[in-house]
């Protein structure tokens, strides 16, 4: 393959690549059953598609190959306490609770669903609140009883939320 050629293929991948992590995302608001197995299937593609694709094109190219920042797909940690946040001043917890608990359903879902969820809806009330922040909520919440949760809350694609029974 020449340089066009790899370069085309590269950008294609890469677009593939991004569009495999928006999967990813919409797999974490499935069940746990099918979210467990198809996670294990999108796992297995993701690695092919670096092994077996993009790894010669990098081998024979390496200056087309991006920072591994780039291509990783996106895995979220949260260490901030919610004793550690500070609210703008025009935000209550009280509000932060509201918009959490109207998108929470009594089904188990990631905490990154969550986390997105929560901030897509903060941003159309105009609510200045980060991912971080809604994270650290989360585990207060869970911590006091108040909603569900199992996994390390601090790692967003390996731990759940719910509503409680």
């Not at 809350?153 to 509503?163: G, I, K, N, T």
Request: proline share 5%; net charge negative.
């Amino acid at each position: 393959m020449n340089r066009e050629q790899a370069v085309r293929i590269n950008d294609h991948l890469l677009d593939a690549y991004r569009a495999l992590d928006q999967a990813r995302m919409a797999i974490a608001a499935l069940g746990k059953a099918e979210r467990i197995e198809l996670e294990d299937w999108l796992d297995e593609v993701v690695a092919a598609l670096e092994d077996e694709l993009l790894q010669p094109i990098y081998d024979q190219y390496p200056d087309l190959e991006p920072p591994k920042s780039d291509r990783e797909p996106l895995v979220y940690t949260c260490e901030l306490t919610w004793d550690e946040v500070r609210l703008p001043p025009s935000v209550t917890e009280q509000q932060v609770d509201e918009v959490i608990f109207s998108v929470m359903k009594p089904t188990w879902r990631k905490t990154a669903m969550m986390v997105t969820l929560v901030m897509d809806r903060c941003k159309e009330l105009g609510l200045p609140i980060e991912g971080e922040m809604i994270a650290a909520r989360l585990r207060l919440l869970s911590d006091s009883d108040r909603i569900e949760g199992i996994g390390d809350l601090r790692s967003w694609f390996h731990s759940e939320v719910r509503l409680k029974d």
